[in-house]
């Protein structure tokens, strides 16, 4: 007999892929982009000679941070780029 797969919930996979996975993954795009981490700020300073130096600070957290958004941000678009353009 040929049954058709179904989800933990009792549901079958077609509707999981057409109905709620969609969903899902636009609320996702929408929180990171919302709530997207900064990348690395670089401050300019003037030094003792009056030239314009670069003054980098180093937040390690908030880079990895930044990094992991991004990629995910990049395989979310890989997926389904159509949805990310209406989310932007």
Same mark, same amino acid.
């Given at each position: 007999m040929n049954m058709p797969q179904t989800s933990g919930l009792g549901m079958s996979n077609s509707f999981m892929h057409s109905q709620?996975?969609?969903?899902?993954?636009?609320?996702?795009?929408?929180?990171?982009?919302?709530?997207?981490?900064?990348?690395?700020? !670089?401050? !300019?300073?003037?030094?003792e000679n009056g030239e314009a130096v670069e003054v980098n600070d180093v937040d390690v957290e908030n880079i990895h941070i930044y990094e992991l958004m991004r990629e995910t941000l990049v395989c979310l678009t890989n997926i389904d780029n159509q949805a990310m353009d209406k989310c932007i």
């Open positions: 709620v996975y969609p969903e899902i993954m636009f609320e996702l795009r929408e929180s990171l982009i919302n709530t997207m981490a900064k990348p690395k700020d !670089v401050l !300019v300073d003037i030094d």
